[in-house]
């Protein structure tokens, strides 16, 4: 199974501010099925990016995700208040999908 | 529009059994994978498994932690997914989420439902 690690725990920034979250498993994810959810409070998650860079219907560009094998990352370019919420990466290239832990972008 | 709607969700005592299912319209069911995900009170997401379609063999997958124990089906004529629950631990308590993936990423959770409550306790 692999397991995925994120850092860091929990993001405080301000508005306008740029957020990049790191997303690391413990072995490489085929193909780049690499995916990023977020989720706010008392919601379903919803899908921002698959594919590793690919932004899901709707979702928009200050929205970006990068990287390949072990290493991804999700990049927030300026922070609106909409924003703040747990942002979670997933694996999917193996026969059993895993979540990471969750990061918490917070207003500092 | 997409809709997944789930139900069955409640207490159950430890060692108990629950059947969960997930009504699905707004697409064609039977072309489409469908996943679980739950979710405990104030933690991380965890993917619980997944059905694929029967031009994919209805082919099962499940996470470690509920391998043996939690079986997913489906009927297609019903356009309804099924989590069969058995031998329940407190852990297992969580939200229950059915999910379909996007038709652009096979193995994504592009649509969720609102989600049932599963409280395993005695």
């Not at chain 1, 208040?81 to 207003?107: H, L, M, W």
């Not at chain 2, 005592?13 to 699905?24: E, I, R, T, V, W």
């Amino acid at each position: 199974e692999i397991v995925l690690t994120q850092s860091p725990g929990t993001l405080s920034l301000s508005p306008g501010e740029r957020a990049t979250l790191s997303c690391r498993a413990s072995q490489s994810v085929s193909s780049s099925y690499l995916a990023w959810y977020q989720q706010k409070p008392g919601q379903a998650p919803r899908l921002l990016i698959y594919g590793a860079s690919s932004r899901a219907t709707g979702i928009p560009d200050r929205f970006s995700g990068s990287g390949s094998g072990t290493d991804f990352t999700l990049t927030i370019s300026r922070l609106e208040p909409e924003d703040f919420a747990v942002y979670y990466c997933q694996q999917y290239g193996s026969s059993r999908n895993t979540f990471g832990p969750g990061t918490k972008v917070d207003i500092k | 529009e997409v809709q997944l709607v789930e139900s069955g969700g409640g207490l159950v005592q430890p060692g108990g059994s629950l059947k969960l299912s997930c009504a699905a319209s707004g697409f064609t069911f039977s072309g489409s994978a469908m996943h679980w995900v739950r979710q405990a009170s104030g933690k991380g997401l965890e993917w619980v498994g997944r059905i694929r379609s029967k031009a994919n063999s209805y082919a099962t997958a499940y996470a470690a932690s509920v391998k043996g124990r939690f079986t997913i089906s489906r009927d297609d004529s019903k356009n309804t997914a099924y989590l069969q629950m058995n031998s329940l631990k407190t852990e297992d308590t969580a939200v229950y989420y059915c999910t379909r993936p996007c038709i652009a990423a096979a193995g994504t959770n592009c649509y969720w439902g609102q989600g049932t409550l599963v409280t395993v306790s005695s």
